[in-house]
């Protein structure tokens, strides 16, 4: 196989693990019973579309047979992912005691295990290739961290709130 080939299935596999993550986000709306988690989700799916269209536009480089176009890298800046205000987190955690939003903590820990998953895909691929590909799966690389991060902080949280909790009465 070609590196050329290498690279076209490097990043199909990765736009269809964009898309799979953003259908979890879709449909893990529908599971979540906070407004703040709602709205995080909502943000993490904009971002998911962001990726998709980024990836997308380096296979249609490289399906019309060109290499990776500089610019593309430059298109896509990486936000900050920012998706609880300090209120919304203190909000969102006070609920989550409150209501025993047990379905919020499965959908954290699952999203992290997912953003995980991808963020080493990345980088390991950023390995074995070289410039604007090397380059476009580091910068993937670390968006899906920041989600990472996002994710893992409040999975832990979760988990030690319910840790916590006098289960029983």
């Not at 890298?73 to 609920?95: A, C, G, I, V, W």
């Not at 919020?104 to 070289?130: C, P, Q, R």
Request: glycine share 6%; aromatic share 12%; with cysteine.
């Amino acid at each position: 196989m070609s590196i050329h080939e290498k690279l076209v299935k490097i990043f199909e596999y990765a736009l269809n693990q964009e898309e799979t993550g953003k259908s979890f986000f879709q449909h893990s709306l529908q599971r979540m019973g906070i407004g703040a988690a709602v709205s995080a989700f909502k943000r993490l799916i904009e971002e998911e579309e962001k990726h998709i269209l980024f990836i997308t536009k380096i296979l249609e480089d490289l399906k019309r047979g060109s290499k990776i176009e500089a610019q593309i890298q430059e298109d896509m800046p990486m936000e900050q992912t920012n998706y609880f205000t300090e209120r919304e987190k203190s909000e969102f955690l006070q609920q989550c005691v409150e209501g025993s939003m047990v379905p919020d903590v499965t959908v954290f820990n699952t999203a992290w295990l997912i953003e995980k998953d991808l963020s080493e895909f990345y980088e390991k691929m950023a390995k074995s290739t070289g410039g604007k590909a090397r380059k476009a799966l580091m910068m993937l690389s670390a968006w899906e961290r920041e989600h990472e991060r996002f994710f893992r902080e409040y999975r832990d949280k979760l988990s030690e709130v319910y840790s916590k909790m006098p289960w029983g009465g």
